[in-house]
């Protein structure tokens, strides 16, 4: 009897306990989930949660309508399987403006559906999903774009531009600017740290998903998003992060499936807070603009950032680094690992800074962008496009990128302009239309066994036109081969030949008529 009672008096604490253990059913709170909009009573529990310290809004299965949410410190929004939390239509459910970034610039505009600011340990978990009913922002979009007269300005539009005179950008972003209208991610910390997001489904984005902005300690884990053809409607977007964490996600967009940035032109060059120490892996990526893209806003820095065991099935490109000239900021100490890509529509692989702006040349400056020390391997591709292009500029050519270990069959080869340091080591590139390796306008290359195992007869392998310093070496084509190089340009100089086994080659080298002939040593 004395143990029995021991044993009850254990089950009553343990009972008191889990009833105040921070946990709040919104239903218990003034919500109700038959979808009728519940906003005040699940902000009420936040706000209740976090005057005790902190705690857990839970939401039962059933459906949910909310307008935007402001998240607290110490607060865990949990949905459970069965649980569906819709977004309201009404763009008044997203006012007051607030201070929030949009594409890299930082202003005043709607309220993110989740939104926190200045704030730690924020949590979003469960198995429940989580619609931003995003085709009213859409539309409004399409509306706007397509109308071919002026249009009278809606009251957001004159908010909007009441509460952000004085906002300069550049140029090129007028039109842009000129919509006045700029849609809220669905979530969006800004200036916060401690934030963990699993678990849950997200779809039909307003705008970018998962969007942490100044934010240190992120780790987005498990989840998967879908939005369909869309615009912007990016996956993952941490933009002047440090210390982010992205795995096992499964990712559906009308635009990028993950983007790494850092700001716009002059105001990101003013915040001057890099992306950097993130990590990507274990992730599925199938529709989107690109798979793992850096850039274009990249203006404070992107660095430190690993991609590895990921697919790729049906993007348009697959690995993109992109920005432009006026872009500022550097790129750097970048790994790509173990990516399998299939239907990619573009490039499998792209670094390129003609992103968006003009192309002429300018003195080297603060707005200049830097892309260096990159480096990919282990990579399969298979009905690509395209299986790389590296486009640099002249005053900033491309540095120090190596390709290992890659296999690709697809459409075209690999493009290198305005590089330096570029390595490709066991890199075969099966391409229809052209030749494997087309390199241009670069110095400092190294082509160790590479190659292709269905050359083209009339076209080389490999093309080489204004490149010096080149090392061509451990070559050996097992198939029969027309043209192996084919070399051409007045700056062509310094290639070297070595340890090569042509004997299924018909043409080792194709001099073009400018080539100097000393230009190459065998």
């Given at each position: 009897?004395?143990?029995?009672?021991?044993i009850?008096?254990?089950?009553?604490?343990?009972?008191?306990?889990?009833?105040n253990?921070?946990?709040?059913?919104?239903?218990n709170?003034?919500?109700?989930?038959?979808?009728?909009k519940?906003?005040?009573?699940?902000?009420?529990?936040?706000?209740?949660?976090?005057?005790?310290?902190?705690g857990?809004?839970?939401?039962?299965?059933?459906?949910y309508?909310?307008?935007a949410?402001?998240?607290?410190?110490?607060?865990?929004i949990?949905?459970?399987?069965?649980a569906?939390?819709?977004?309201?239509?009404n763009?008044?459910?997203?006012?007051?403006?607030?201070?929030?970034?949009?594409?890299?610039?930082?202003?005043?505009?709607?309220?993110?559906?989740?939104?926190?600011?200045?704030?730690?340990?924020?949590?979003?978990?469960?198995?429940?999903?989580?619609?931003?009913q995003?085709?009213?922002?859409?539309?409004e979009?399409?509306?706007?774009?397509t109308a071919?007269?002026?249009?009278?300005?809606?009251?957001?539009?004159?908010?909007?531009?009441?509460?952000?005179?004085?906002l300069?950008?550049?140029?090129?972003?007028?039109?842009t600017?000129?919509?006045?209208?700029?849609?809220?991610?669905?979530?969006?910390?800004y200036n916060?740290?401690?934030?963990?997001?699993?678990?849950?489904?997200?779809?039909?984005?307003?705008?970018?998903?998962?969007?942490?902005?100044?934010?240190?300690?992120?780790?987005?884990?498990?989840?998967?998003?879908?939005?369909?053809?869309s615009?912007?409607t990016?996956?993952?977007n941490?933009?002047?992060?440090?210390?982010?964490?992205?795995?096992?996600?499964?990712?559906s967009v009308?635009?990028?499936?993950?983007?790494?940035?850092?700001?716009?032109?002059?105001?990101?060059?003013?915040?001057?807070?890099?992306?950097?120490?993130?990590?990507?892996?274990n992730?599925?990526?199938?529709?989107?603009h690109?798979?793992?893209?850096?850039g274009?806003?990249m203006?404070g820095?992107?660095?430190?950032?690993?991609?590895c065991?990921?697919?790729?099935?049906?993007?348009?490109?697959?690995i993109?680094?992109?920005?432009?000239r006026?872009r500022?900021?550097?790129?750097?100490?970048?790994?790509?690992?173990?990516?399998?890509?299939?239907n990619?529509?573009?490039?499998?692989?792209?670094?390129s800074?003609?992103?968006?702006k003009?192309?002429?040349?300018?003195?080297?400056?603060?707005?200049?962008?830097?892309?260096?020390?990159?480096?990919?391997?282990?990579?399969t591709?298979s009905?690509?496009?395209?299986?790389?292009?590296?486009?640099?500029?002249?005053?900033?050519?491309?540095?120090?990128?190596?390709?290992?270990?890659?296999?690709?069959?697809?459409?075209?080869?690999?493009?290198v302009?305005?590089?330096?340091d570029v390595?490709?080591?066991?890199v075969?590139?099966?391409?229809?239309?052209?030749?494997?390796?087309k390199?241009?306008?670069?110095?400092?290359?190294i082509?160790d066994?590479?190659?292709?195992?269905?050359?083209?007869?009339?076209?080389?392998?490999?093309?080489?036109?204004?490149?010096?310093?080149?090392?061509?070496?451990?070559?050996?084509?097992?198939?029969?081969?027309?043209?192996?190089?084919?070399?051409?340009g007045?700056?062509?100089?310094?290639i070297?030949?070595?340890?090569?086994?042509?004997?299924?080659?018909?043409?080792?080298?194709?001099?073009?008529?400018?080539?100097?002939?000393?230009a190459?040593t065998?």
């Amino acid at each position: 009897m004395k143990n029995i009672l021991i044993i009850l008096c254990f089950i009553t604490g343990l009972n008191t306990t889990f009833a105040n253990d921070g946990w709040l059913n919104i239903l218990n709170e003034g919500g109700n989930n038959k979808g009728i909009k519940c906003t005040q009573a699940i902000q009420n529990a936040i706000e209740k949660a976090s005057k005790n310290g902190g705690g857990t809004i839970f939401f039962p299965a059933g459906e949910y309508l909310t307008g935007a949410l402001t998240l607290r410190s110490n607060i865990t929004i949990h949905l459970d399987s069965g649980a569906l939390l819709k977004f309201s239509e009404n763009f008044d459910d997203f006012l007051p403006y607030v201070e929030m970034r949009y594409e890299g610039i930082v202003m005043k505009s709607f309220q993110p559906l989740f939104y926190a600011k200045d704030a730690e340990n924020i949590i979003i978990t469960g198995r429940g999903v989580i619609d931003g009913q995003g085709k009213a922002w859409w539309n409004e979009v399409y509306r706007i774009e397509t109308a071919k007269e002026p249009l009278p300005p809606t009251k957001y539009q004159t908010m909007w531009e009441e509460q952000n005179k004085g906002l300069y950008t550049e140029p090129y972003y007028k039109r842009t600017v000129d919509k006045k209208l700029f849609r809220p991610s669905f979530f969006q910390a800004y200036n916060c740290k401690n934030i963990l997001i699993e678990g849950v489904t997200f779809k039909n984005s307003p705008f970018w998903t998962i969007n942490p902005e100044f934010c240190d300690n992120v780790t987005v884990t498990g989840i998967s998003i879908f939005n369909p053809h869309s615009p912007n409607t990016d996956g993952i977007n941490p933009s002047s992060c440090t210390n982010v964490h992205i795995s096992n996600c499964h990712i559906s967009v009308g635009d990028d499936c993950i983007t790494i940035k850092s700001g716009r032109d002059g105001d990101g060059r003013k915040y001057g807070k890099a992306t950097e120490n993130v990590t990507i892996t274990n992730c599925t990526m199938l529709s989107g603009h690109g798979g793992v893209v850096i850039g274009s806003e990249m203006s404070g820095g992107i660095k430190k950032i690993t991609i590895c065991n990921c697919v790729f099935d049906g993007t348009d490109r697959g690995i993109r680094i992109k920005s432009a000239r006026g872009r500022g900021g550097v790129v750097e100490d970048i790994r790509v690992d173990n990516i399998v890509m299939k239907n990619i529509k573009e490039e499998a692989i792209v670094l390129s800074l003609f992103y968006d702006k003009g192309t002429t040349v300018e003195p080297v400056t603060e707005k200049t962008p830097i892309f260096r020390n990159i480096h990919m391997s282990n990579i399969t591709a298979s009905n690509v496009n395209k299986a790389g292009q590296i486009l640099g500029i002249t005053e900033m050519p491309i540095q120090n990128i190596t390709f290992s270990n890659i296999n690709m069959d697809g459409k075209e080869g690999f493009t290198v302009s305005t590089a330096t340091d570029v390595e490709f080591h066991d890199v075969k590139v099966n391409a229809t239309v052209g030749s494997s390796f087309k390199i241009s306008d670069s110095k400092n290359i190294i082509l160790d066994n590479v190659g292709s195992s269905m050359a083209i007869k009339g076209v080389p392998v490999i093309k080489l036109d204004n490149v010096s310093n080149t090392l061509i070496n451990n070559n050996f084509p097992f198939n029969p081969t027309d043209i192996f190089i084919e070399a051409d340009g007045k700056e062509t100089k310094n290639i070297f030949l070595k340890n090569n086994v042509l004997n299924n080659v018909t043409t080792k080298i194709k001099k073009g008529a400018s080539l100097d002939r000393k230009a190459i040593t065998e």
